[in-house]
């Protein structure tokens, strides 16, 4: 074991409150935070190379902000749903996120979101019942292509803007937002 250099975090103890994530993980596994009632802190090293957030990481976890690191790709089913002290998500203008997934932050309390610039697809329910979300940006020349089904249904939208690259909205997808 000594002198590897690992490339997937596979779990954590679920005591943790604060974690700094080596920059050589590439894949952050499913579960590997979930249920991680007391952790509030998570930072990613400069030069991250992570790629993925996999399916439910962070599920459940109390996590309160994250900084998304710029070559993440994808943001998988699941990955902050019931983020319940979840507020803010930050993605940087060099963010290389082209996909987020059904349910990725379902249920958190996001208050606002800028989606990057590269995003091409933002599945099914993946803001739904986000009850403090009042706020969606999209970046300059969006790339966004595609927003499924319920993907913002039981927020608290007060505004948002498409941009002209959207071919396709699905069904409900702002269904019985409050405001």
Known sequence: IDDKIFDILYFV????????????IKR?????FNECKNLKKIEFLENSELLSIDCFAFSNSS??????????KQICEHSFSYCR?????????????????????????IVKIK????????RKKAFSECNNLKMVKFCENSEL??????????????????????KKIGENVFANCKN
């Open 85 to 109: 002290s979840l507020k803010n998500v930050k993605f940087s203008k060099n963010s290389e996120l082209k996909d987020i997934k059904n349910h990725a932050f379902f249920g958190s309390s």
């Open 63 to 72: 996590i309160e902000n994250i900084s998304i690191p710029d070559r993440v």
């Open 145 to 166: 292509y595609s927003i499924e089904n319920e993907t913002f249904c039981l927020s608290s939208i007060e505004c948002v803007l498409i941009t002209k690259s959207v």
């Open 28 to 32: 952050i596994n499913s579960y590997a």
């Open 115 to 122: 989606i990057p610039k590269n995003v091409k697809q933002i």
């Open 13 to 24: 103890c679920r005591d943790i409150t604060h974690i700094v994530i080596p920059s050589s």
